[in-house]
């Protein structure tokens, strides 16, 4: 990188103060190469163990499970130590709660887990109706063949669990799905939320985590995961400690080992059935929604399971994982599968003879994949089927909705006409581009249309609402489209925005009908490329008949926490009508970014000092220049306050990571000693109260009730027992955390150590939060400049293609 360097010491303003000093390449780097995309990962914050590496990327199946304390994937700021950050394959479902804003004394966050499980009820109804698998592929043959078939008879009922392995048989075929919609469910905040494990539960539990030499600390966490009974389940099964968020198998082991003596071995079933779904959940927090049998087994031959086959089996057998086998689709050709879906593990069954002959011509590969996730993608696609081939609401004529597209102006116009005979549009662009959707809720609007816009974050919502004029929905806000608005009226304008938990939770936004839908014509959903499946299944699913929906966002940014890559995958299967912005960001910080999303880390002109280069040597100096930078430096030479200021580093731990950062930042900002659980009144926090949500704030002050919070614009107290795990300094967060967010004056930190975390979208997204200035304090010198060009996104395994496949056309 083209830089001059400064003095160790010298005072950081002197670098903002120089000017125009921007990332440039010595060396022009190329385009970046293509190729599929994921970010660096999804999953469990804070250091929770996770994947290293996403294991359908890397030849290094081992890679599964790695603990990282970077960002890679964290859920967005869980705030214990390393066991906190829960994923979305074991977090107990009893987190704090988001404010007391829910009716009927239920929290936010309580009503949103309720909506959840009865969604997910709802899908596991409909699989039970099911008769059997559908074929989607060919045949296989050897290990993987009898897997399938141990699979077959288990789900068909044909034979018990406990002997089906030694003796396979086929299950029938199941028949196509029913076209008939499964009915709704109810408006969440009619449902009381969980209340988490008692105290004697939690003892209980204590109790045997101490007589096997496991951290007491962890027992509320296991109590919530296990249940009711949750001492005589791990007595049973230690290795059932896994599934407590950053405990190892390694960890596991030695557990097992204290309550079972002589009886423990690493060939024990209970322990590869453990670690195979273990496996399963790490691969969901790199963003996999399954993985490839092969790089299953080879990832649980790594971590000491004698017969790795066996394991899975056993997971299969139990009903803790579920098998797949998808076609693979050919060059010039589309996924070949059965009507009416493509899917779990299947054989040719009654198949006729053309068919089984085309089928073993056709290759395949066989996933295995947590029940939770493939629920979820299977009731996506059936969703987005179901929106893609139903013709809209009319709302106006024809004639009205092309004069809406006259008035606007751009690819402004494009959106309007597309929704206006269309069930799925989606919307790409970067920030620039909001003004587009902005422009459709208002002509959507003035045709008498319930629109609104939703996004995955608080800070995505505030973030529109302060772009298109309005201001975001508080709990129980009224819908304002009830009536229509005169076209071209000042009362035309868009409505409020609101979060996608608060919507589903109905604490936001227009509420559910009588037959539970969501009572709205329209709906946006901004940052879309952050949705993950699950979310995704539960608004597609709660969207009425003859609702539009529009998903928008900028497909160049870091990708969800959860599994998934849902708008990926759709703007990949062109199954809709797809309209790109032809908007620029303005200024040198547009310039920089939209380079950055090509490939390419160019230099801009910064007459203004928008943008800043502050090269460091080692891990002190970069905190040093960061703190300078934030108190000092920016609020002198660019004029914004510390407080609109945000830092963003690759990840939690290490030396200059977010636990180094904001200890360092509090004590210049905000010192104090801390005595409210490490917090102060006054200090810069995000509050996670389910995974993957964070909530900035700040401290007001503390009693007996817990921490009291004050995060966008609503009180919030958290427990104290849940302070430690769902609230942390929020002056550094990760590119994940920061997701949706954008700010005055961004200082992003790259110190040496963070080579390894630098890729493409990571780069796009922690520049791209800047809004008026961005410095970089940076140690990786010609690293930057490389990761841009050849470190793409890391891709994911997921489903949601070949199940949408067969249920649409394509373009």
């Given at each position: 990188?083209s830089?001059?360097?400064?003095?160790?010491?010298?005072?950081?303003?002197a670098a903002v103060?120089?000017?125009p000093?921007?990332?440039?390449?010595?060396?022009?780097?190329?385009p970046?190469a293509?190729?599929?995309?994921?970010?660096?990962?999804?999953?469990?914050?804070?250091?929770?163990?996770?994947?290293?590496?996403?294991?359908?990327?890397?030849?290094?199946?081992?890679?599964?499970?790695?603990?990282?304390?970077?960002?890679?994937?964290?859920?967005?700021?869980?705030?214990?130590?390393?066991?906190?950050?829960?994923?979305?394959?074991?977090?107990?479902e009893?987190?704090?709660a988001?404010?007391?804003a829910a009716?009927?004394q239920?929290s936010?966050?309580?009503?949103?887990?309720?909506?959840?499980?009865?969604?997910?009820?709802r899908?596991?109804?409909?699989?039970?109706?099911?008769?059997?698998?559908?074929?989607?592929?060919g045949?296989l043959?050897?290990?993987a063949?009898d897997?399938?078939a141990?699979?077959r008879?288990?789900?068909s009922?044909e034979?018990?669990?406990a002997?089906?392995?030694?003796?396979?048989?086929?299950?029938?075929?199941?028949?196509?799905?029913?076209p008939a919609?499964?009915?709704?469910?109810?408006?969440?905040?009619?449902?009381?939320?969980?209340?988490?494990?008692?105290?004697?539960?939690?003892?209980?539990?204590?109790?045997?985590?101490?007589?096997g030499?496991a951290?007491?600390?962890?027992?509320?966490?296991?109590?919530?995961?296990?249940?009711?009974?949750?001492?005589?389940?791990?007595?049973?099964?230690?290795w059932?400690?896994l599934?407590v968020?950053?405990?190892?198998?390694?960890q596991?082991?030695?557990?097992?080992?204290?309550?079972?003596g002589?009886?423990?071995?690493?060939?024990?079933?209970?322990?590869?059935?453990a670690?195979?779904?273990?496996?399963?959940?790490?691969?969901?927090?790199?963003?996999?929604?399954?993985?490839?049998?092969?790089?299953?087994t080879a990832a649980?031959?790594?971590?000491g399971?004698?017969?790795?086959?066996?394991?899975v089996q056993?997971?299969l057998?139990?009903?803790?994982?579920?098998?797949?086998?998808?076609?693979?689709?050919?060059?010039?050709?589309r996924?070949?599968?059965a009507p009416?879906?493509?899917g779990?593990?299947?054989?040719?069954?009654?198949?006729?003879?053309?068919e089984?002959?085309e089928?073993?011509?056709r290759?395949v590969?066989v996933?295995?994949?947590?029940?939770?996730?493939?629920?979820?993608?299977e009731?996506?696609a059936d969703?987005?089927?179901?929106?893609?081939n139903s013709?809209p609401?009319?709302?106006?004529?024809?004639?009205?909705?092309?004069?809406?597209?006259?008035?606007?102006?751009?690819?402004?116009?494009?959106?309007?006409?597309?929704?206006?005979?269309?069930?799925?549009?989606?919307?790409?662009?970067?920030?620039?581009?909001l003004?587009?959707p902005?422009?459709?809720l208002r002509?959507?609007?003035?045709?008498?249309l319930?629109?609104?816009a939703?996004?995955?974050g608080?800070?995505?919502?505030?973030r529109?609402?302060?772009?298109?004029?309005?201001?975001?929905s508080?709990?129980?806000?009224?819908?304002?489209?009830g009536?229509?608005?005169?076209?071209?009226?000042?009362?035309a304008?868009?409505?409020p925005?609101?979060?996608?938990?608060?919507?589903?939770?109905?604490?936001?936004?227009?509420?559910?009908?009588?037959?539970?839908?969501?009572?709205l014509?329209l709906?946006?959903?901004l940052?879309?490329?952050?949705?993950?499946?699950?979310?995704?299944?539960?608004?597609?699913?709660?969207?009425?008949?003859?609702?539009?929906?529009?998903?928008?966002?900028?497909?160049?940014?870091?990708?969800?926490?959860?599994?998934?890559?849902?708008?990926?995958d759709?703007?990949?299967a062109?199954?809709?009508p797809?309209?790109?912005?032809?908007?620029?960001?303005p200024g040198?910080?547009?310039?920089?970014?939209?380079?950055?999303?090509?490939?390419e880390?160019?230099?801009?002109?910064?007459?203004?000092k928008?943008?800043?280069?502050v090269?460091?040597?080692?891990?002190g100096?970069?905190?040093?220049?960061?703190?300078?930078?934030?108190?000092?430096?920016?609020?002198?030479?660019?004029?914004?306050?510390?407080?609109?200021?945000?830092?963003i580093t690759p990840?939690h731990?290490?030396?200059?990571?977010?636990?180094?950062l904001?200890?360092?930042?509090?004590?210049?900002?905000?010192?104090?000693?801390?005595?409210?659980?490490?917090f102060?009144p006054g200090?810069?926090?995000?509050?996670?109260?389910?995974?993957?949500?964070?909530?900035?704030g700040?401290v007001?002050?503390?009693?007996?009730d817990?921490?009291?919070?004050s995060?966008?614009g609503?009180?919030?107290?958290v427990?104290p027992?849940?302070?430690e795990?769902t609230?942390r300094?929020g002056?550094a967060?990760?590119?994940?955390?920061?997701?949706?967010?954008?700010?005055p004056?961004?200082?992003v930190?790259?110190?040496?150590?963070?080579?390894?975390?630098?890729?493409?979208?990571?780069?796009?997204t922690?520049?791209?939060?800047?809004?008026?200035?961005l410095?970089?304090?940076?140690?990786?010198?010609q690293?930057?400049?490389?990761?841009?060009?050849?470190?793409p996104?890391?891709?994911?395994?997921?489903?949601?293609p070949v199940?949408?496949?067969?249920?649409?056309?394509t373009?």
């Open positions: 990188m830089t001059e360097p400064e003095p160790a010491h010298e005072d950081t303003a103060d120089a000017g000093e921007t990332p440039g390449a010595t060396s022009g780097p190329a970046g293509a190729g599929a995309a994921d970010e660096d990962g999804a999953g469990a914050s804070d250091g929770t163990a996770r994947t290293a590496s996403s294991p359908a990327a890397d030849a290094d199946p081992g890679s599964l499970g790695r603990e990282a304390d970077g960002e890679d994937g964290e859920s967005s700021g869980e705030a214990s130590g390393d066991s906190s950050g829960e994923t979305p394959g074991g977090q107990p009893s987190a704090g988001e404010g007391d009716p009927a239920v936010e966050a309580e009503a949103e887990l309720a909506a959840q499980r009865l969604e997910r009820e899908i596991a109804r409909r699989k039970a109706e099911k008769q059997g698998p559908i074929e989607a592929g045949k043959s050897g290990t063949a897997l399938l141990a699979v008879a288990v789900e009922g034979k018990p669990a002997t089906v392995f030694a003796e396979p048989a086929p299950a029938p075929r199941r028949a196509a799905p029913e919609r499964p009915p709704r469910p109810v408006a969440a905040e009619r449902v009381a939320g969980p209340v988490g494990p008692t105290p004697e539960a939690v003892q209980a539990v204590r109790r045997v985590l101490a007589e030499g951290p007491e600390a962890l027992a509320p966490q296991a109590a919530a995961l296990l249940g009711e009974g949750a001492e005589d389940a791990l007595r049973a099964n230690p059932r400690l599934r968020g950053g405990v190892r198998p390694e596991a082991d030695g557990f097992a080992r204290a309550l079972l002589a009886a423990c071995g690493p060939d024990d079933e209970r322990r590869g059935r670690v195979t779904v273990w496996l399963l959940e790490q691969a969901a927090l790199a963003g996999h929604t399954a993985l490839e049998l092969p790089l299953l649980l031959a790594e971590r399971v004698p017969d790795p086959d066996a394991a056993s997971a057998a139990e009903g803790e994982a579920l098998a797949f086998q998808d076609a693979l689709e050919e060059p010039g050709a996924p070949a599968s009416g879906g493509s779990t593990a299947a054989g040719p069954g009654g198949a006729d003879a053309a089984e002959e089928d073993e011509e290759p590969r996933l295995i994949g947590l029940e939770r996730f493939a629920l979820a993608e009731s996506l969703g987005l089927a179901r929106l893609v013709t609401k009319q709302d106006g004529s024809a004639a009205d909705w092309e004069r809406a597209a006259d008035a606007a102006r751009g690819a402004a116009a494009d959106l309007v006409r597309a929704v206006a005979g269309h069930g799925l549009v989606l919307h790409t662009g970067g920030e620039a581009s003004a587009e902005a422009a459709l002509a959507a609007r003035a045709l008498g319930r629109a609104w939703a996004a995955p608080v800070l995505g919502r505030d529109f609402s302060a772009l298109a004029g309005g201001a975001p508080a709990p129980g806000t009224p819908d304002p489209g009536s229509p608005a005169p076209e071209g009226s000042d009362s304008g868009p409505a925005a609101v979060t996608v938990a608060g919507l589903l939770a109905g604490t936001e936004g227009p509420g559910r009908d009588a037959d539970g839908a969501l009572d014509d709906l946006v959903v940052d879309a490329p952050h949705l993950d499946v699950e979310a995704g299944a539960l608004l597609v699913e709660s969207l009425p008949d003859g609702a539009r929906l529009v998903l928008a966002g900028d497909p160049s940014v870091l990708w969800s926490v959860g599994p998934g890559r849902v708008f990926a759709l703007l990949a062109r199954i809709c797809q309209v790109a912005s032809r908007l620029p960001d040198p910080l547009g310039e920089l970014v939209s380079g950055i999303g090509i490939g880390l160019g230099q801009v002109e910064a007459p203004g928008e943008v800043v280069i090269p460091v040597r080692d891990a100096e970069a905190v040093h220049r960061t703190v300078q930078l934030v108190a000092d430096s920016v609020p002198r030479a660019i004029g914004v306050p510390a407080e609109d200021t945000q830092v990840g731990g290490g030396a200059v990571g977010t636990r180094a904001n200890a360092a930042l509090k004590q210049r900002l905000n010192p104090g000693p801390g005595r409210f659980g490490g102060d200090d810069r926090v995000v509050h996670s109260p389910v995974p993957g949500r964070v909530l900035p700040r007001v002050t503390a009693d007996a817990g921490l009291h919070l995060c966008a609503e009180d919030v107290v427990p027992e849940l302070v795990r609230v300094h002056w967060l990760t590119a994940h955390q920061a997701m949706g967010g954008r700010w004056a961004v200082v930190v790259l110190p040496g150590d963070a080579v390894r975390a630098l890729s493409r979208p990571w780069i796009y922690a520049f791209g939060r800047a809004a008026r200035h410095s970089v304090v940076q140690g990786v010198e690293a930057l400049p490389r990761a841009v060009a050849e470190v996104a890391k891709p994911r395994t997921t489903r949601l199940l949408l496949a067969p249920q649409v056309p373009d």
